[in-house]
């Protein structure tokens, strides 16, 4: 596609539900990123995958927290027994390349936990 | 630890006017990348520029220009005649290695007719 495609654009789970956010980078972009943005912060860095090789995940809260990329291009944001501090904009990302190649973001998922 | 600071919550300036976003930030790597985004009301995250750190040259591009002073750390952003469609949410941004972005916590510009 064009963009970086993101779906869904909005989910409301209710607290302890798992949930599962989808992410199709710019076709032949072998990088990609998931951040998180809390209301009225920038974004913070969770994983990052080059190909479907999970290279730094440090940016994960917690163990409920398991991102996948098993064929190199779509990836998968999964968050289990969701708490409302996960409520927050999961934005994701996809470059070229590592290096000073720009990532280009999608419309980013809304995430509600009530 | 790398750390970007944008000091400017919120401005807000008239049609028109100039204005200039403060961007100063932390790194103890000697090859960076700054980068600037804007992110409208829609939400998208826009990439507008990116800097190396070997790069020193400002730059101009229409209306945007960048001031990049590695001697005080800081990668301004000016508007230069700025109009409503430039109202928005500013993020600055850092890249150790070409890696993973640590953004500042944003400027929100309002631009009013």
């Known amino acids: 596609g064009a963009g970086v495609s993101q779906s869904p654009r909005y989910k409301v789970a209710k607290r302890g539900q798992d949930v599962a956010l989808r992410c199709d980078p710019i076709?032949?972009?072998?990088?990609l990123f998931w951040y998180q943005q809390a209301l009225g912060q920038g974004p913070e860095f969770l994983t990052y995958?080059?190909?479907?090789?999970?290279?730094?995940k440090s940016g994960l809260p917690s163990d409920r927290f398991f991102a996948e990329r098993p064929e190199g291009s779509v990836s998968t944001l999964k968050i289990q027994r969701t708490q409302q501090e996960d409520s927050a904009v999961y934005l994701c990302?996809?470059?070229?390349?590592?290096?000073?190649?720009?990532?280009?973001f999608g419309d980013g998922t809304r995430l509600s936990i009530l | 630890a790398q750390k970007v600071t944008q000091a400017q919550t919120e401005i807000s300036v008239v049609e028109k006017e100039d204005v200039t976003l403060d961007c100063v930030y932390e790194?103890?790597?000697?090859?960076?990348?700054l980068f600037w985004y804007k992110q409208p009301p829609s939400g998208e995250l826009v990439f507008l520029i990116r800097?190396?750190?070997?790069?020193?040259q400002n730059e101009i591009s229409g209306r945007y220009s960048w001031n990049f002073q590695k001697s005080t750390s800081s990668f301004n952003f000016t508007i230069t005649a700025s109009q409503v469609v430039d109202s928005a949410v500013y993020f600055c941004a850092l890249s150790e290695a070409g890696e993973k972005l640590t953004f500042g916590t944003g400027t929100r510009l309002t631009i009013i007719p």
């Open positions: 990302a996809s470059s070229l390349v590592t290096g000073n190649q720009p990532q280009h």
């Open positions: 790194t103890r790597d000697t090859t960076y990348y």
């Open positions: 995958f080059q190909n479907e090789a999970q290279l730094d």
């Open positions: 076709s032949g972009h072998v990088s």
């Open positions: 800097r190396n750190s070997f790069d020193e």
